[in-house]
C-alpha cells in the first residue's frame, strides 16, 4: 500500500485499531512531573509501564524515590540510564543496586543520554551493555533507544548491533524505543526497513501526546527531531491549526491501520512523551483508547 495515501476506514473499525495498538501502552515521567500526580492510579492503566527520564542535574536519590512510588502503585517502573552521565561502572552497579533493592526495578532503558561530552567511562549504551551489571542484577527486561529520523547508517549499525546482543548475549528481554514522530508514513519504512535487514527487536514507537503546537516544536527542537520537526513547521503555516492543540489521533490512526493489516508489523507497543502534562495524556488514552485507556482506580 502507499505508505502516504491511507484509506479511512469506518469510525468503529478505527477505533478498534486505535484501541489495539495502545494497548499495554507505557508513558514518560520525571521527577518533578511525577510529582503533581496525586493518584497515578486514577490515571494510567492497570500495569502501564512508566519510564522515569534521567534528565542531567537529577539526584540518584529523586530517581529512586520516584521508582519506589509507582512501584509501590503497582507500576512496572523503567528508569533511563543515561550513559554520558554515568561515571564508571562502580556508579552504574549502585544505581542498578539501588533501584532494584529500594524499589523492586528490574527493566531499564539504556541510552547515550543528551549529554555531549560524557561525564566519564560511558559513551553509549552499548558500553552499558558490555559491563553485564544488568544481566548480574537479574533483570529481566532492557530497552534501547532508536529514532526513525536519524542517520540510517550510523542509527543502524548501532540498533543491528542492540540486535545481535539481546539474540547472543543476554537473557533479558529487549526491545527498541524510539525518539517521539508525528508521520506515519516515514517511520512505517523505517521499521520495515530494518526488519528487511534482519533486525528482529520490536519497536516501541515514541509519540508526543497532546500538547500546544509550540510546546511541541520547542521539544523537537531541543531533541534533535529534524524531519518530524518539518511537518509541525508545515502544520504552524496554517493559521486554522496554529491556535489548536496538537493530538496524535491521525498519527497513531495511520499506524493503527497499517498494523491491522499487517500483523506482523514490528512495531508492537506505542510509548507516550507527554509533552503537554501527564493528565492531559492520560485523558487523551482514555477518550481514544477504549478498554486499552481505562485508568486502573476506574476498574478497581
Same mark, same amino acid.
Given at each position: 500500500? +502507499? ?6 476506514? @469506518? ?28 493518584? $497515578? !492510579? ?74 555531549? =561530552?560524557?561525564?566519564?567511562? /560511558?559513551? @553509549? @549504551? ?7 551489571? $544488568?544481566?548480574?542484577?537479574? /533483570? ?23 540486535? #545481535? /546482543? ?10 527498541? +524505543? ?5 508521520? &506515519? ?11 528487511? &535487514?534482519?533486525? #528482529? ?9 497532546? &500538547? ?14 529534524? &524531519? ?11 493559521? =486554522? ?7 496524535? !489521533?491521525? /498519527? ?49
Amino acid at each position: 500500500m +502507499a505508505l502516504l495515501n491511507f484509506k479511512r476506514k @469506518s469510525d468503529a473499525t478505527q477505533g478498534a485499531d486505535l484501541e489495539a495498538i495502545l494497548a499495554d501502552y507505557s508513558i514518560e515521567v520525571m521527577p518533578r512531573t511525577a510529582e503533581k500526580i496525586e493518584d $497515578f !492510579t486514577a490515571l494510567l492503566p492497570k500495569g502501564t509501564r512508566v519510564y522515569i527520564a534521567h534528565i542531567e542535574g537529577t539526584p540518584i536519590d529523586d530517581m529512586v524515590a520516584t521508582a519506589r512510588r509507582l512501584s509501590e502503585a503497582g507500576y512496572p517502573v523503567m528508569p533511563h540510564f543515561p550513559a554520558r552521565i554515568i561515571k564508571d561502572a562502580d556508579t552504574l552497579a549502585d544505581w542498578i543496586a539501588r533501584y532494584q533493592g529500594e524499589a523492586g526495578v528490574d527493566q531499564a532503558l539504556l541510552l547515550a543520554g543528551g549529554v555531549t =561530552t560524557p561525564h566519564g567511562a /560511558f559513551d @553509549s @549504551s552499548m558500553q552499558l551493555l558490555e559491563t553485564g551489571l $544488568f544481566d548480574k542484577a537479574g /533483570f529481566k527486561r532492557l530497552h534501547v533507544a532508536g529514532d526513525p529520523d536519524g542517520s540510517m547508517k550510523a542509527v543502524n549499525e548501532a540498533i543491528m548491533w542492540k540486535a #545481535d /546482543f539481546a539474540r547472543e548475549r543476554t537473557d533479558a528481554e529487549m526491545a527498541i +524505543a524510539t525518539q517521539f514522530c508525528f508521520e &506515519a508514513g516515514p517511520v512505517i519504512k523505517w521499521a520495515d526497513d530494518l526488519k528487511a &535487514a534482519g533486525m #528482529d527487536l520490536p519497536i516501541h514507537i515514541g509519540v508526543a501526546g497532546p &500538547a500546544k503546537l509550540q510546546t511541541l516544536i520547542k521539544f523537537s527542537i531541543a531533541c534533535g527531531v529534524g &524531519a518530524s520537526l518539518k511537518v509541525l513547521q508545515k502544520r504552524a503555516i496554517d493559521v =486554522t491549526k496554529l491556535l489548536l492543540p496538537y493530538e496524535p !489521533t491521525e /498519527f497513531l490512526s495511520d499506524l493503527a491501520e497499517h498494523k491491522a493489516a499487517n500483523p506482523d508489523f514490528n512495531i508492537t507497543n506505542v510509548h507516550f512523551f507527554p509533552l503537554g502534562g501527564i493528565k492531559t495524556n492520560a485523558n487523551w488514552a482514555k477518550e481514544n483508547g477504549g478498554a486499552s485507556g481505562v485508568p486502573a482506580a476506574s476498574i478497581g
